[in-house]
């Protein structure tokens, strides 16, 4: 009201003297976090648009061409450039720009708050502290457990930073040879990098194969599962530079404590299943499954000879031994001939297991026991219990040798005629058959009967080989005629 009087008696009006804005110092904190927060967000994901765009690329030009050869040139040409430009170590980091910009804003609304309200400023301080100290020990552990499944961006660069660290501390004392070698092994694991690294202690942890197998034998849950299982056994035993764990390890799941296993008695019906009584399955479906059944009993026994184990049957069933000599009279010629195999090498890993003569012959000596006989081993009645037999017995487990090999060929040249066009594996698995049953024979230990017996089996089986040549040759002669 004084102001419009003034004016209305032709005073001049003295305009108010105003002062100059200045924020307070938390608005400009709380705008520097969130603004970068938002920029830091908005980069990542446009980062991870770019990712997607690149490995669009990437899958579009190494299927444009219908070539394989130039799909092959075009994939090495742009998997050179990924490894020359570093994508993969673009591609994981990121998200360290997402995760900044998380606690950017997180450290923004607390100052906020704190300005405003302490209850609630504190409240939300603690939630925030919660989550910081979790993404600490989240990132640290895999640091200091390389078995440890969490990690973040950010632990990589603490475990090269970890090793740049140790490295340097022991830099001063290298006049020892033993810090020297240790420098030098953090050396290589600082230029393999974190995931190499990790996939080199792999190699000399050979006891993790055993918590492998029990892994996946978790998952089989009918026959067909655990017939893939024994499917893969051969190779599981193949590709072992030390071939006595992997059977300890196949001993370990199959019995537990001296007894039988679930495990045991599944193997033993799924080889027992192979037997073609009440035709439940499909004829080619029984015909894999028996093979495969048959190359790992094959492959099991070989391994163990290799290995010298002592109890090779121990890691198989009881009653794989008669499923075998059935399988051998099976009606399918392919079936047969890889169950003779089987038994063949099983045999002669069984007649392994018999303690050497002159070892056992000391032996007796010394206690003056003798072992109880048992069955014969050629009968396959009961091939858990195979202790050594003194006296004559004993004496014929060279001539027992011979027989194996005996049996096995003449009953391998009975089938052959009727295998068709044997597959490059049978020819293959034939070979190393004879091959392991002839290692280590010696005519010398042999009798004269048996050892005709084989030249006459032998004879026999060129006799028939000519004449089916020469029926053949008739043959052919009368259809040209």
């Known amino acids: 009201m004084q102001e419009l009087a003034s004016i209305s008696n032709g005073e001049r009006l003295t305009p108010p003297t105003l002062e100059t804005f200045q924020p307070r110092r938390y608005v400009i904190h709380v705008?520097?976090?969130?603004?970068?927060?938002?920029?830091?967000?908005?980069?990542?994901?446009?980062?991870?648009?770019?990712v997607q765009q690149w490995l669009r690329r990437y899958i579009r030009l190494t299927q444009y061409s219908d070539a394989p050869v130039c799909r092959v040139r075009i994939r090495t040409f742009l998997f050179n450039g990924i490894q020359?430009?570093?994508?993969?170590?673009?591609?994981?980091?990121?998200?360290?720009?997402?995760?900044?910009?998380?606690?950017?804003?997180?450290?923004?609304?607390?100052?906020?708050?704190?300005?405003?309200?302490?209850?609630?400023?504190?409240?939300?301080?603690?939630?925030v502290i919660v989550f910081?100290?979790?993404?600490?020990?989240?990132?640290?552990?895999?640091?200091?457990f390389r078995q440890c499944p969490f990690q973040t961006p950010l632990t990589s660069f603490f475990w090269y930073t970890g090793h740049i660290l140790a490295i340097s501390f022991l830099y001063p004392f290298t006049c020892s040879n033993h810090v020297r070698a240790r420098i030098n092994e953090l050396q290589s694991h600082f230029c393999k990098g974190v995931d190499r690294h990790l996939m080199g202690m792999m190699k000399c942890k050979p006891e993790l194969d055993k918590d492998a197998l029990e892994s996946t034998l978790s998952m089989c849950h009918d026959e067909n599962e655990l017939e893939a299982f024994v499917d893969a056994t051969p190779s599981y035993l193949r590709?072992?530079?030390?071939?006595?764990?992997?059977?300890?390890?196949?001993?370990?799941l199959l019995k537990t404590k001296g007894k039988e296993s679930p495990l045991h008695r599944r193997l033993a019906l799924l080889f027992t299943s192979c037997v073609n009584n009440d035709r439940r399955m499909d004829e080619g479906e029984r015909r894999r499954r028996a093979i495969i059944c048959c190359r790992a009993i094959w492959e099991i026994s070989r391994a163990a000879l290799s290995a010298k184990t002592k109890d090779v049957t121990m890691v198989l069933p009881m009653s794989i031994d008669d499923t075998l000599q059935r399988l051998t009279m099976d009606s399918d010629s392919a079936i047969?001939?890889?169950?003779?195999r089987s038994m063949a090498i099983f045999k002669r890993a069984l007649l392994e297991q018999q303690p050497d003569p002159e070892v056992t012959k000391v032996t007796r000596q010394s206690t003056d026991t003798i072992a109880t006989p048992t069955e014969d081993v050629g009968g396959m009645k009961d091939p858990l219990s195979l202790p050594y037999q003194a006296g004559p017995r004993n004496e014929k487990r060279s001539n027992e040798r011979l027989n194996t090999v005996t049996e096995?060929?003449?009953?391998?040249?009975?089938?052959?005629?009727h295998l068709g066009k044997p597959s490059y594996m049978d020819l293959e698995e034939t070979k190393m058959t004879l091959e392991e049953l002839c290692q280590g024979l010696n005519g010398r230990d042999f009798s004269h009967a048996d050892q005709q017996r084989l030249v006459d089996i032998l004879g026999e089986a060129l006799r028939i080989h000519a004449q089916l040549a020469s029926g053949n040759a008739v043959s052919t002669g009368t259809l040209c005629h």
């Open 132 to 144: 910081g100290a979790l993404y600490i020990i989240v990132t640290f552990l895999p640091v200091i």
């Open 84 to 127: 020359d430009f570093h994508v993969s170590w673009i591609v994981e980091n990121t998200s360290i720009t997402l995760h900044a910009a998380i606690f950017l804003f997180f450290a923004g609304l607390v100052e906020f708050l704190f300005a405003i309200n302490d209850e609630v400023a504190d409240a939300i301080l603690v939630i």
């Open 336 to 340: 047969a001939a890889s169950a003779l």
């Open 239 to 252: 590709m072992a530079h030390d071939i006595g764990s992997r059977i300890d390890d196949l001993e370990s």
């Open 408 to 417: 096995f060929t003449s009953k391998i040249l009975t089938l052959i005629p």
């Open 31 to 50: 705008n520097i976090l969130w603004f970068l927060s938002l920029c830091l967000s908005l980069g990542c994901g446009l980062g991870a648009t770019l």
